[in-house]
């Protein structure tokens, strides 16, 4: 019987396995490093923050693995000989493969910091991270405070963690406004306000130079590389990013460049061997999408997709519209389509924020031929099914200006503010655009 073979129990991996269970009956192994179930790395934050315990992030009981024939090997993977179809652990041990699927995710990202390896100092990506800061942080007595290092998602999700302890933090965050190179000036100006007002030592345009010890080998304090200033700390969290978790396949013939490199249908250079996930980099751009997109459901999809190219049904990968969503503390974040950090030529923007300054949204359209594409959400939730098809039909903004009650999850904000919205809209472009009533059933039945 064919044996199946998959690196990474992370969604990605865990999808891949549970679809070609789903389409055959071929033997199936999940090898993996960091725990013995498949756990929401998403979820990792709550545990810290006391809403759900570490058990309550496996999606499945533990039955279900062996009731559904996944087998599950706790191993690390140290090489892999695509010659002769071999994983070598660093343990000792061998597995035979006929497909391999690499789904070995993300690490966090280390420059060579003078420090970094500190007792102390973590990232914030595996579950022995969450033990970590459970260990070095687990309250403000033993933590008397924090420097978090990178201002991205990650970032801000320590920071809140710590935060809910009550243990200080300093932020430092190499651009000049929170995440700026990803978001408008104004969404991003939102997010440093919402840092401020829950009394976090925000740094902007700072750098970490370098990370102190004390006699005992445990981080003492960092220094900021612009001012030289030394800031006193018992834990420092790096989460400038992170970039696939791929050293071990260096050494192979399977080809790199910052991840697995793949074609459309997920296959490597390598006959047999696909990546998915975190860990892979397509070859070919997909629509305006970056090679390696670092995001929970792209992994699913790719889980997806890879099973049926390996149950013989061979399917390229089709994300359809980007979106992302996350929270910034208390600020939750939405975006459907691309708005982009800077507008781009042919590009025509909409920005309309609410007077309270933690809610806005953001559109962004074509000012030539008007045609919507894309939203970023701020502090209001909108519906995604509602934005895949406008983007797929590619709508006009003026359509979706007219349809905001159909776009809208939570009725009772746009009671008070969709008129305001279009009425701004309307001022700004000397438009007439007219709101119309909910219809979101009828547009997704009919069509
Ligand atoms: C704190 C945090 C919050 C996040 N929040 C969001 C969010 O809100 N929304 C969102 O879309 N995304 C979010 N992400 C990103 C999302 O979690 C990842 O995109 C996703 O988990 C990647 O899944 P994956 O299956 O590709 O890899 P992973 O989940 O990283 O799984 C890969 C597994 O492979 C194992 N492995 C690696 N190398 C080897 C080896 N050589 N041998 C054996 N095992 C190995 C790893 O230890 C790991 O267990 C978040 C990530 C983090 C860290």
Redesign the pocket.
């Known amino acids: 019987m064919e044996h199946i073979v998959i690196?990474?129990?992370?969604?990605?991996?865990?999808t891949a396995a549970r679809h070609i269970r789903k389409l055959s009956d071929k033997k199936i192994t999940i090898?993996?490093?960091?725990?013995d179930y498949f756990f929401s790395?998403?979820a990792?934050?709550y545990v810290y923050m006391g809403h759900m315990k570490f058990e309550h992030t496996q999606p499945y009981e533990n039955w279900f693995w062996k009731k559904n024939r996944i087998d599950l090997k706790k191993?690390?993977?140290?090489d892999i000989d695509v010659a002769s179809k071999t994983l070598h652990f660093e343990e000792g041990e061998n597995l035979r493969y006929d497909k391999l699927i690499i789904?070995?995710?993300?690490k966090p990202n280390k420059f060579g910091w003078p420090g970094q390896d500190l007792d102390g100092v973590m990232g914030?990506?595996?579950k022995q991270d969450l033990d970590n800061l459970e260990k070095y942080a687990p309250n403000n007595n033993v933590c008397k405070r924090a420097v978090v290092v990178g201002g991205g998602?990650?970032g801000i999700?320590l920071v809140e963690m710590l935060h809910s302890r009550h243990i200080p933090v300093t932020f430092l965050v190499r651009e000049d406004s929170f995440w700026n190179g990803i978001l408008p000036k104004e969404e991003s100006a939102m997010i440093n306000k919402e840092i401020l007002s829950n009394n976090i030592d925000l740094r902007l345009g700072a750098n970490l130079k370098e990370i102190k010890a004390d006699e005992n080998g445990k981080v003492k304090s960092i220094i900021i590389a612009e001012t030289g200033e030394e800031i006193s700390c018992d834990v420092v969290g790096l989460t400038a990013g992170?970039s696939p978790?791929i050293d071990?396949i260096k050494n192979s013939s399977i080809e790199t460049g910052r991840g697995v490199k793949v074609n459309p249908f997920l296959e490597t250079n390598i006959k047999d061997v696909y990546a998915?996930?975190?860990?892979a980099e397509q070859r070919e751009g997909i629509d305006q999408r970056r090679p390696i997109e670092?995001?929970?459901?792209?992994?699913r999809m790719m889980g997806e997709t890879v099973a049926q190219t390996i149950c013989d049904n061979r399917k390229a990968y089709q994300p359809g519209p980007w979106f992302?969503?996350?929270k910034f503390i208390d600020i939750e974040y939405q975006t459907y389509g691309w708005v982009w950090a800077q507008k781009k030529d042919n590009e025509a923007r909409f920005y309309w924020e609410h007077e309270g300054g933690k809610k806005c949204i953001h559109l962004n359209y074509d000012k030539n031929t008007r045609e919507f594409l894309g939203i970023n959400n701020f502090g209001i939730r909108m519906r995604h099914e509602f934005f895949d098809k406008v983007l797929n039909l590619k709508q006009s903004v003026d359509y979706v200006l007219e349809h905001l009650a159909d776009a809208n999850f939570d009725p009772e904000f746009y009671k008070l503010h969709e008129k305001e919205i279009v009425t701004k809209f309307n001022q700004e472009n000397n438009t007439n655009i007219q709101l119309k009533k909910k219809s979101w059933k009828r547009i997704f039945q009919t069509s």
């Open positions: 690196i990474g129990n992370g969604i990605s991996g865990v090898v993996s490093a960091e725990t790395r998403t990792l934050m191993a690390y993977v140290r789904a070995t995710g993300s914030m990506y595996h998602l990650i999700e992170v978790n071990f998915i996930g975190d860990c670092a995001v929970w459901y792209t992994g992302n969503s996350a």
